[in-house]
């Protein structure tokens, strides 16, 4: 199974926007299945076949997370930030504002999906 040494690893190699794809195609060649990333302080949740899984240290500060989702806002910050327009704490900070608490990350389906508190899945996107 992988660790997180080798995920680590494959973060900084490919961990830019610019490379997302071939990111989530090296974790998925590691064994990742999915991942969850929590905007309250970074860290991430990988897992792998049989239940396994191992989780990343904390990354930033904790961030307050808005109870409700506003898709609007959520959408207006990731529209941001895929136009490069502002960097990854820029980008987290209006997320949680916008009541995103965490991406998830499909490697097989090749899909993100942005969720809020209550589990509601605010959009779905491809990767690829």
């Known amino acids: 199974m992988f660790t997180i ?3 680590n690893d494959v973060h ?3 961990g830019t926007m610019k490379d997302f794809l071939s990111y989530v195609t090296a974790l998925k060649l590691l064994g990742v299945e999915k991942y969850d990333s929590y905007l309250t302080d970074g860290h ?5 076949a049989g ?4 989780e990343s240290a904390p990354v930033h500060e904790k961030l307050l997370i808005a ?3 506003d898709k609007e806002s959520f959408l207006r910050h990731l529209s941001l930030h895929e136009e490069r327009k502002t960097d990854y704490m820029t980008m987290s900070l209006g997320l949680a504002e916008s ?6 990350i ?4 090749a899909t993100i999906s942005y969720c809020d508190k209550k589990g509601n899945q605010l959009l779905t ?3 690829v």
């Not at 991430?44 to 792998?48: E, F, H, N, R």
């Not at 239940?51 to 191992?54: L, R």
């Open 125 to 127: 996107e491809s990767i």
């Open 44 to 48: 991430s949740q990988y897992y792998g």
């Open 106 to 109: 499909d490697t097989s389906a």
């Open 99 to 104: 009541g995103i608490e965490k991406w998830t």
């Open 67 to 69: 109870d409700n989702g």
């Open 5 to 7: 040494e080798q995920i």
């Open 51 to 54: 239940g396994y899984y191992v």
């Open 12 to 14: 900084e190699k490919l």
